[in-house]
C-alpha cells in the first residue's frame, strides 16, 4: 500500500504533537534528554531487558540502546500508540542493523 503526501504528512504531525504533549516542551524524541526519554517512553521492563541483551550480543554501545528506544518510540508515535510494542521495537532493531550494515564510501 502505498500512502499519499498528505496522509504522511497527518501522521507526522500527530506524532510530534504527541512527544511535544509528552515532554511538556518543544522537544522530539530526537533531542530530549535521556533521562526524560527513559522515563516516558513506554518501555516495559522485558523490553529495556531486551534492548540490552541485542546490544550485548551484537557488540553495540550504550549510545545504540539509547537511539533504539528513541526509534522505537517514534515508531510508536507515528502508529499513534502510547506504548512501544514488539513491533516497534522490532522494527527499530531492523534499522539500526541496516545502519550498521551499509556501506562507508571514503574519497568518492
Known sequence: ????????????TRAREMQRSRFGKDWLNGFVPFQ?????????????????????????????QTKLMRIARTIADLEGSERISESALEESIKWKSAAYNSPILVGE
Do not use: P
Open 1 to 12: 500500500m502505498v500512502e499519499v503526501s498528505k496522509t504522511i504528512r497527518g501522521r507526522t
Open 36 to 64: 526524560l526519554l527513559d522515563k516516558t517512553c513506554g518501555l516495559s521492563k522485558a523490553q529495556k531487558d531486551f534492548i540490552q541483551e541485542v546490544c550485548f550480543e551484537r557488540k553495540w554501545s550504550n549510545r545504540t
